[in-house]
């Protein structure tokens, strides 16, 4: 697919350097490209395999500018990223990619972009925009996610959170790294320098690094967000075991001036006068009683209990 850089992005059958229509986009399958990278007159021999890309990033080239691109599946996360590579100059930027993310990407910016100053540098704005665009709302649910999880573990109707906040921690460093190379990849633009850009227009790459910096803050702040759950939840354990092992304590404390009762009595002696007076079990019945009723009153003021 081939498009002019209008008001709005005009489709068109091909891309002629020579009458210069304007500033283009090209969008090609990998085998496309190699069939036609010669047409594009940008001195670049770029044969690609584009399952083994594995970041985002961009390379200044002597006439030429060319990167991949290693995108999050935000649907799936635990899905291969999308991946695809660009090349572009001052005429225009291509795009090679096979999973037709990017002309997802450009068919949704026809949709709802109007330009009144179109340039190639208001494009590549828009197109980066569009990769990030619903960022802030996950963003947002896993922090809404976590504060569920933060108020169930306090409340100790959560049994055991570790698998959803690893879940959410390994999405978060995904989306970090994801960032952090954006942020490259911005700057990098915005370095300019083979001056393939207007001066005045290297502002957009700017903007747009302050908001992938601002989304990459939130996600570290995320991920130290399940570090002080996953530490709330040891502590909360820790304590339910505190009171079992006090609840252990004062029935063992309980029972053993019982246990002495028992024992002592036990003893198979020959001259134990208790042995024949008739009250003497109703007496050790009542003794017991009377200890326990003591011992709970004095763990009761300690509150042990």
């Not at 090349?87 to 993310?101: H, N, P, Q, R």
Request: charged share 30%; glycine share 4%; proline share 3%.
């Amino acid at each position: 697919m081939y498009y002019y850089i209008k008001n709005t992005l005009e489709s068109a059958d091909g891309i002629d350097l020579r009458r210069n229509k304007g500033q283009f986009i090209a969008v090609l399958t990998s085998d496309e490209w190699l069939e036609s990278r010669d047409n594009f007159d940008m001195g670049i021999e770029m044969d690609l395999d584009l399952s083994s890309i594995d970041s985002t990033k961009a390379e200044v080239n002597y006439d030429s500018l060319t990167g991949t691109f290693s995108v999050p599946n935000r649907e799936n996360p635990s899905a291969p990223n999308i991946t695809f590579a660009f090349a572009l100059d001052e005429k225009g930027i291509v795009f090679i990619d096979d999973s037709g993310f990017a002309l997802d990407i450009i068919e949704s910016i026809i949709r709802s972009k109007k330009w009144t100053k179109p340039s190639l540098e208001r494009f590549i704005y828009d197109f980066l925009e569009q990769i990030i665009s619903g960022d802030q709302i996950i963003l947002e649910k896993y922090d809404k996610e976590l504060d569920e999880l933060e108020s169930s573990i306090l409340k100790g109707s959560e049994d055991n959170p570790s698998h959803r906040v690893s879940r959410i921690r390994s999405d978060l460093r995904d989306l970090r790294i994801h960032y952090e190379q954006l942020i490259d990849l911005g700057q990098e633009l915005e370095e300019n320098e083979n001056n393939f850009f207007k001066k005045d227009n290297v502002r957009y790459f700017h903007l747009f690094t302050q908001r992938i910096e601002r989304l990459h803050d939130i996600t570290a702040s995320l991920r130290e967000y399940t570090m002080q759950i996953r530490e709330l939840y040891q502590s909360q354990l820790e304590v339910k075991q505190n009171r079992i092992m006090t609840l252990l304590t004062v029935i063992t404390s309980i029972f053993m001036p019982l246990t002495l009762i028992a024992g002592w009595y036990g003893m198979n002696f020959k001259y134990m006068p208790e042995l024949e007076f008739k009250i003497s079990y109703p007496v050790v019945i009542v003794v017991s009683i009377v200890i326990v009723i003591i011992s709970l009153i004095f763990f009761k003021k300690k509150k042990w209990l």
